[in-house]
Nanobody, 126 residues
Framework: QVQLVESGGGLVQAGGSLRLSCAVS????????MGWFRQAPGEERKFVAV????????YYADSVKGRFTVSRDNAKNTVYLQMNSLKPEDTAVYYC???????????????????WGQGTQVTVSS
């Protein structure tokens, strides 16, 4: 059974930093990727970042490029999202997700991810 468990969310002032973690179990990692998405109240779930387990290749949404960094620890089966220079508009529930099948590209589409965590709240105050 695939399980994804996020942690690290919280309340932070604008300009601050947080690091989210996503612990993964029961999942075959080869050639697959892990994505981060976020959903603010009343909005659709949006892509944030993705990383491929095998080679660490990454891709970011324009809104977070240069501020957020996605990384992985293969030995710990854990993916991280380091968020710096946070803004009030970054406030959302953040989800990690595991790609449903190996791909040659890094997907930003939520419907290509088969497994999801429960989400962790990030609130950035102004």
């Amino acid at each position: 059974q695939v399980q994804l468990v996020e942690s690290g969310g919280g309340l932070v002032q604008a300009g601050g930093s947080l690091r989210l973690s996503c612990a993964v179990s029961g999942y075959t990692f080869s050639r697959s990727a892990m994505g981060w998405f976020r959903q603010a109240p009343g909005e659709e779930r949006k892509f944030v970042a993705v990383i491929r387990w095998s080679d660490g290749a990454t891709y970011y949404a324009d809104s977070v490029k240069g501020r957020f960094t996605v990384s992985r620890d293969n030995a710990k089966n854990t993916v991280y999202l380091q968020m710096n220079s946070l803004k009030p508009e970054d406030t959302a529930v953040y989800y990690c997700a595991a790609d449903g099948s190996p791909k040659s590209y890094l997907s930003s589409q939520a419907n290509t991810y088969a497994y999801w965590g429960q989400g962790t709240q990030v609130t950035v105050s102004s």
